[in-house]
């Protein structure tokens, strides 16, 4: 399983990012796909969650913020980021959201004031 995330970059307060995840060995289309970021404490925390049907959850402190969203058809899954601040700098990655598979190396996205 292949998870190749990228997008990342540096953006000032206020800016956005897409990011993309570009997923192989899996059947994606039946996989309920997650992103996600590393904390402070070094831990990934999940941001964001859609099913097959394209149903979606959000963690509080991103709601209305981020939107997650994904192609099928280009076994890719996306993070639209807007309104970025500070507290979102950080390591992010994507995965599956019911079940793990094996971290891509995740992409880096900085917010600068």
């Known amino acids: 399983v292949q998870l190749q995330a990228s997008g990342g970059g540096t953006v000032e307060i206020g800016g956005s990012l897409r990011l993309s995840c570009v997923v192989s060995g899996i059947d994606f289309a039946s996989t309920d796909m997650g992103w996600y970021r590393r904390t402070p404490e070094g831990h990934r925390e999940s941001l964001a969650t859609?099913?097959?049907?394209?149903?979606?959850h959000y963690l509080d402190s991103i709601k209305g913020r981020f939107r997650i969203t994904r192609d099928n058809a280009k076994n890719t899954a996306f993070l639209q980021m807007d309104n970025l601040k500070p507290e979102d700098a950080s390591y992010y990655y994507c995965?599956?959201?019911?079940?793990?598979?094996?971290w891509g190396q995740g992409t880096q996205v900085t917010v600068s004031s």
């Open positions: 859609i099913t097959t049907s394209g149903w979606t």
């Open positions: 995965n599956g959201a019911t079940r793990l598979f094996s």
